[in-house]
């Protein structure tokens, strides 16, 4: 029997919370009032993406349903809006550059460029045709991953399969410009598959030095590397890159990453989690700044500080149980359903992946590519399987976790092969349960029984023991 789930809606009760909040002022000199929020996310916004407001328990990014929590509103409102954001650069011809692999977005910015993950590729096409209901966009999601596979490899993980997208469509993209041999074993295939056909868009490979042995000429390597980089960025964009240019963006960026680091501990800090698992989900703001940073700081800001308040008062996050099982993912590009940990008694406490460029520094002053060199050299998550294993045993325990889920994409020969090495290693060194997933679910919004039947028992366990 079929079920109508209703949508997702923002009661009136809380508008006015949300009106008592700043603008938000963009770095392009737009000013984006609460009013405007308040008004987006409640009559613009289902109206363009109504399948973003689903109800429906299959969908695996629901909103949270916590909506007291305003920092999460306005946090919801900058990722909804992100498309129009990157349509006005297209538009102004700012370049966008698709990338992969780890690096941060510093330099992109710094040269006048917007930084773009695979995800992009599919999400342009998508919204060409706003109004979207749930279903329908799931079967077109998955007609163009058939499609993008088709144009690449089966063998590919849905992630990476997105980059067959450029061999039959037109998308803004000025240059490809990934991070090879670290986490992502298919980008490097994919970027040689698309460079066997000709094609407009040039390609900027950046080699990280997959010898880990530590060392002054790894930091020069890279360093290296990285000078080539902006050399071609700017081929890109016809403009000059300055150390001074890239000083500041960095400055910019490092607060960024401060601000989600301390959003971590103050939520680490809680008797209780002060928010669900779809509302700790804070990290990838700092890490792409919804395509402008100042605007990400500020959020990031009002969600710090919201967050104290909450563990100040004992706040426990909604819809979560008593004493809900916590876990800790390890792995790339792919996360348990969060509104699902939620509902089976669990809470999703931090993730690997992104948190390794979070946790990164970088000098601000002095030679900037040296800065990002020596911080790039010494990134957790690309350091050896031992070493990198002993870094996520000391996140786990400061996160307090119950159980470590390794989560990754068929078709990863990278994480797959290290999965079991660095939960085996958890579990020694914890005694905590570790458990292993391979998924092929990345990018799909529904027919994730795969996984959802996998993490729930691990939840059980979890709580029985």
Known sequence: MRVDYPPFTYPDEIKPLVLETEDLNFSDGTTVTAEQIWHFMTVTGPKRFPFAFSTNPAFGHQLSGDVSLISGIRRNYLGMTGIDRLRKFVRNKTPLILVQGGITSDLYQAAGCISVGPMFLRGWIMNTQEGRAYK??????????????????????????????????????????????????????????????????????????????????????????????????????????????????????????????????????????????????????????AFDFPVANQVLKETRDELQT????????????????????????????????????????????????????????????????????????????????????????????????????????????IAGMITDYIKEETGLPAISIEVGELTRMESLEQSHNRVESFIEMIKSS
């Open 136 to 289: 329908n966009a799931n079967l077109t999601g998955a007609s163009l991953l058939e499609e993008a596979r088709q144009n690449l490899s089966f063998e590919c993980c849905n992630l990476i399969a997105n980059v067959g997208l450029l061999k039959t469509r037109d998308l803004p993209i000025s240059a490809i410009a990934p991070c090879l041999c670290s986490r992502c074993s298919d980008m490097a295939y994919a970027v040689e598959a698309y460079r066997s056909e000709s094609s407009s868009i040039p390609t900027i490979l950046i080699d990280y030095p997959s010898n880990f042995e530590e060392g002054e000429w790894r930091v020069e390597y890279i360093k290296e590397e990285l000078h080539s980089l902006v050399h071609q960025l700017e081929k890109v964009t016809g403009k000059e890159v300055t150390d001074d240019d890239i000083r500041k963006e960095i400055k910019i960026q490092n607060k960024a990453r401060s601000l989600v680091r301390e959003c971590e501990q103050v939520w680490w800090s809680g008797k209780v989690p002060p928010t669900n698992s779809v509302d700790g989900g804070f990290a990838h703001l700092g890490m792409m700044g």
């Open 310 to 417: 909450r563990v100040n008062n004992g706040v426990k996050g909604f819809g979560l149980v008593d004493d809900p099982a916590r876990l800790f993912v390890c792995g790339s590009c792919v996360m348990p359903n969060a509104n699902f940990v939620d509902r089976k008694g669990g809470v999703l406490v931090g993730s690997d992946d992104v948190w390794s460029s979070i946790c990164m520094n970088v000098k601000e002053t002095g030679d900037p590519y040296e800065n990002l060199a020596v911080s790039y050299a010494s990134l957790p998550y690309e350091r050896s399987t031992e070493e990198r294993a002993k870094w996520t045993v000391e996140q786990v325990k400061a996160s307090r976790a119950d159980g470590v889920v390794f989560m990754f994409n068929w078709g990863c020969n990278y994480q797959s092969a």
